[in-house]
């Protein structure tokens, strides 16, 4: 439930990145064979030995408005390719689940992520619409939409192949989400738990694991808690009124998973309480889960996502680590 409006001025310059538009990336990669060298974004401060590739807009839905991912791949600084298959990281953008958030406040650390040696998948997802923006209409509800979107893109994952110049591994998907979408990352990474019928039941990729940053993991308790209502937004009613999503929508109703999730708190997060992520390690651990707690004490909510933070070397360690580098 992240609230990123003293970054309104910084999204304004680098909206696009891994958004709506690219900046300065030149042409697409789609076609582009392993063998050609490969354009290389230099727009971003990364850390890692790689450079980061041009990136692609990927419909992995009928709806190419919504219903689509950004795909950098990692490469040699020189635009060789690299030539040992590269792990998948799944990013899944927060903003309290709203159809006006999108992804591009996560453009740095998913750069800075790719030139560790990963691909980054960002995906995008059909969110709730604010009480003062009803006259967007409904197409865009939050639940089961937002689940809907989430699932398929993350199974689109196989399908990356057709598109990526570098080979993917596909054995090693790890989903990274901040706020909100550290919500869906751990549902999405939960999803094997589903009844077939549920929404996202029936999963085609099985991810490796879960890095959630100031994530949501029980929706009844947040619902409660949740002055603004946008919980009650994106379930479409209280958990009186709406039990079964609030069921197959809550992370912690789903354990165990089997998983390795990593809930990732900031000490001085004032939006999202702590509790959240100790009560799911607490009960994930309980019944035999390989979760894990991790809070960095000067870590506001948005900490995460700021490149030069401790907070996001501590994720990107996690991140790094589940996808076996």
Not at 138 to 160: I, Q, S
Request: proline content about 6%; hydrophobic content about 40%; charged content about 20%.
């Amino acid at each position: 439930m992240a609230d990123h409006s003293a970054q309104v001025s910084r999204r304004a310059v680098i909206r696009g990145a891994f958004g709506l538009t690219v900046l300065g990336a030149g042409a697409v990669l789609a076609g582009c064979g392993a063998a050609e060298k490969l354009g290389v974004t230099t727009e971003f401060k990364t850390t890692g030995p790689y450079g980061v590739s041009e990136l692609q807009r990927i419909a992995y839905g009928s709806d190419e408005s919504t219903q689509y991912g950004m795909l950098a791949v990692p490469v040699q600084d020189n635009g060789e390719p690299v030539s040992e298959a590269v792990p998948v990281v799944v990013m899944i953008h927060g903003g309290s689940w709203e159809d006006a958030s999108d992804m591009s406040y996560m453009t740095d650390i998913g750069t800075e992520l790719v030139s560790y040696g990963v691909a980054v998948w960002s995906i995008a997802y059909r969110g709730t619409i604010h009480p003062d923006q009803r006259d967007r209409g409904p197409a865009r509800a939050g639940w089961p939409a937002a689940g809907h979107d989430v699932a398929a893109g993350v199974d689109f994952v196989p399908r990356l192949a057709e598109h990526s110049p570098v080979e993917l591994d596909g054995e090693r998907v790890v989903l990274l989400g901040h706020s909100a979408g550290g919500h869906l990352a751990t549902w999405a990474t939960s999803r094997s738990r589903l009844e077939k019928g549920q929404v996202g039941a029936d999963p085609t990729v099985k991810p490796v694991g879960c890095v959630s940053m100031a994530g949501v993991y029980d929706l009844d308790s947040a619902f409660r808690e949740d002055a603004n209502d946008r919980v009650g937004n994106l379930m479409g009613g209280t958990p009186d009124e709406e039990p079964e999503r609030y069921e197959e929508a809550s992370p912690q109703e789903l354990l165990p998973i089997g998983i390795p999730v990593i809930a990732c708190q900031g000490g001085e997060d004032e939006l999202i309480p702590a509790h959240q992520a100790e009560d799911y390690v607490t009960a994930a651990k309980d019944k035999g889960d390989p979760a894990e707690l991790t809070v960095v004490e000067d870590a506001d909510h948005n900490a995460w996502t700021v490149l030069e933070h401790p907070a996001w070397a501590e994720a990107r360690g996690h991140t790094l680590r589940l996808a076996g580098l």
